[in-house]
């Protein structure tokens, strides 16, 4: 009789109009319907990445788009600069050493953002790199970066602006044509409100010239292939058709709410989850919190593993707990997608239950007095 909640930083919950749209029967992607969708898509894919160019949708999860920005860019033995501020920007330095890249680690403190100053010093020093590579919003700790002035430094120099947007594009306002960002990740499971099983990849002008001359091995990745096939609205290689057709329902429910308010939206339940967090005497793990995804610590002398499956046994509720060193010590709340203020609602009724049943001491009900007076105050 348990009801779920899926409020983890991705999966996420899906609304019926999409599940039910992808439910029904499937027709041949060699046909006039699916390019005339495909095409629909695309010009929403535009709105999304506030783009002209076009933006490639590949069937893998959204480490396949890392791999894709990184072989299509790069040739052996480019040096390139990650700045790693958690696992997702880890994952950056592994795909890049894989190719044979030499990867040079710029490494800041987790849970903090890169001072893009720093960038510019590093870039200054090095002008031979040929790519700075980061996270939008590093989902690991719950950390955005301020891409709008790292974009400024960068596409001042040689160098291409590679950003893994996946917990950050439909969540917070991403022009990339006019941030003069050069190659931008996406993906399906996070904030676009679908299953796992599709990553986006979209490329400015600089990007795609580089591209042209890049000699890194690759095949199904191939950025080539697929803006050739683009360009007859279809894709290179047999798309993940249900998926596709979920995606344009998934993007005209966003582009009909109107972008501006989705991003308010998500904006204002943010800091109702701030408003909550710090009610209970918890404290952020990030000193630049992402719009996304919450970090919470976990009070001293609790264990956040407990917490996080007492919350999924007892209350049915996923969350994520903290990855590597951060196990244990920090839990994270999605608030991307398909999420409204009844969830926040919901969430910390719960945690509530579950920090007294641990013994962790506090006015019950005060998160979600807290919670309420944040979102009526967007009311
Ligand atoms: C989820 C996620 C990815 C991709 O992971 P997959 O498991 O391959 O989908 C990449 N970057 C960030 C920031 C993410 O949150």
Redesign the pocket.
């Known amino acids: 009789m348990k009801k779920n909640y899926l409020l983890a ?2 999966p996420v919950q899906i609304p019926p109009e999409i599940l039910l749209e992808m439910a029904r029967p499937i027709i041949h992607h060699r046909t006039p319907e699916f390019e005339k969708r495909f095409k629909d898509v695309q010009d929403l894919l535009k709105e999304l990445f506030q783009t002209n160019n076009p933006v490639i949708t590949f069937s893998s ?3 396949g788009a ?1 791999e894709a920005a990184i072989v299509n860019t790069h040739s052996p033995g480019d040096q390139v600069l990650v700045v790693e501020n958690g696992k ?1 920007s880890e994952r950056l330095t592994l795909i890049s050493k894989a190719y044979g890249l030499d990867a040079h680690v710029l490494s800041v403190p987790s849970g903090e953002a890169v001072d893009p100053q720093k960038i510019k010093a590093t870039l200054a020093e090095n002008p031979q790199f040929s790519s700075v590579m980061l ?1 939008y ?3 690991s700790t719950g950390t955005m970066n301020d891409i709008e002035a790292i974009s400024k430094i960068v596409s001042a120099s040689n160098a291409l602006l590679i950003v ?1 947007a ?2 950050a594009l439909g969540v917070v306002n991403i022009p990339c044509d006019k941030w003069k960002l050069d190659v931008v990740i996406g ?1 399906s ?2 904030s676009l409100m679908l299953p ?1 099983g599709l990553s986006f990849l979209w490329l400015s002008e600089k990007a795609w010239a580089k591209a042209l001359k890049s000699t890194l091995p690759k095949f199904y990745f191939d950025i080539h292939e697929e803006r050739k096939a683009l360009e007859k609205n279809t894709t290179a290689w047999t798309p993940a058709i249900s998926l596709i057709n979920g995606l344009y329902v998934a993007l005209d429910m966003m582009s009909s709410f109107g972008w501006k308010n989705l991003f308010q939206k998500n904006q204002q339940l943010m800091e109702a989850v701030h408003n909550g967090v710090s009610a209970l005497g918890l404290k952020l793990f990030s000193k630049s919190p992402s719009v996304s995804v919450t970090a919470v610590c976990v009070p001293e002398g609790l264990d956040g593993n407990i917490l996080v499956d007492k919350l999924k046994d007892e209350q049915g509720i996923t969350i994520a707990g903290g990855q590597s060193e951060l196990k244990g010590k920090i839990f994270r709340i999605g608030t991307l997608g398909w999420i409204d203020d009844g969830d926040i609602l919901v969430f910390f009724g719960a945690l509530e239950k579950v920090l007294l049943q641990m013994g962790y001491s506090f006015t019950p009900g005060s998160s979600l007095k807290a919670v309420q007076e944040a979102l009526l105050k967007n009311a």
Do not use: A, C, L, R
């Open positions: 930083p991705g999860s959204g480490t890392m997702f996270e919003s590093e989902t893994d996946i917990t993906g499971q996070k796992p």
